[in-house]
């Protein structure tokens, strides 16, 4: 499940397809980080500025997408521009690769790995332990939320894409017969999972962010999703997906209620009382917000697109954040979701 991004304009988005060699950059920065789980040799990108050498740098955590592996360099393609362009380190685990298997798929193998990425990092490189940032859209998302929610100590904030929050729900989203969704998917979670959600339900909990999210709010690690309000037409992760993980972090009286999210995902639009009416600069007219709604710790944005995300619009985001301290919401006056600007 590819992300078309709104913030991709670089040279080495260019996908690197599975079984060919990886580009050159890429290839360099590859390591083998070792699972404290079960001991195996894990595929993972690292990279430090020279800085960080002498002084702490802050960390992100790139994440590919669903159905791809470390091979789809495309997936960290963003992230990584976005650590050189700031002097960040940066680690992008696989994180065993597809979510078409038991170890993969927001297994506890999955989570160790990121963590073990994490831990790889901090060995090796001067790295500031209160901005440590993890991103990902689609199934990078939803390892995002799932990491937020499983390990709230070790992350300052994350930025979620169009992620799954509910794999059960999303089993019976992909198995509905609909423009936008797609069996395959309801099958590598049955192969993920062991069967369908009704024959194994604590695996599909398991494996899901809105069981764990919960611990993220309580530590009030800041949260950031954004979706395109067409995900679920074009694209196969219904916009409510987004909706209910922004609930689960959000004060209850902010939440959006279930009524509301059947209408936005049957009408690909936004009731008006819940209509957007602001400003952001990293959202122009082609992009722009249809819903927002802030809470807590955790802003939800629904805009025009599909399966979509906003790199810049998510990195300013992670820049402002901090661990310890209560969400930055501060809107920059200038910005541009369309290029690879950032407004620190």
Known sequence: MNIASVALCVSFLASAALGAAL??????????????????EQPCY??????????AVPLVVGLHTWSGDYKYVSHYGPVFGYAKKLGWAFVGPDFRGANDKPVACGSDYVVQDIVDAVNYARARAKIDSSRIYIVGGSGGGHMTLLMLGRHPELFAAGA????????????ADSMEKHPGRNKTYAKMLEKSCGGVPAERPWEYALRS????????RDAGVPAYICTGIHDGWRGSVPVGHSVRAFNALADKADRI??????????????????????HDPFYGESRRIHLRRTSANVRLTVFEGGHDGNYAAGFDFLARQRKGRSADWTIPVQ????SMSLTK
């Open 46 to 55: 690292f990279w430090v500025p020279e800085r960080a050498k002498a002084e």
């Open 257 to 278: 209620g279930e009524s509301d999210i059947a209408s936005i995902e049957k009408d690909q639009a936004v009731p008006d009382s819940l209509a957007f009416a602001g």
């Open 160 to 171: 979620a894409f169009c992620p799954i929050s509910d794999l059960a729900r999303w089993h």
């Open 23 to 40: 580009p050159p950059e890429w290839a360099a920065m590859l390591v083998k980080v070792r699972s404290t789980l079960d001991g195996t």
């Open 209 to 216: 962010p809105l069981t764990w999210i919960g611990r993220a």
């Open 335 to 338: 910005g541009s979701g369309d």
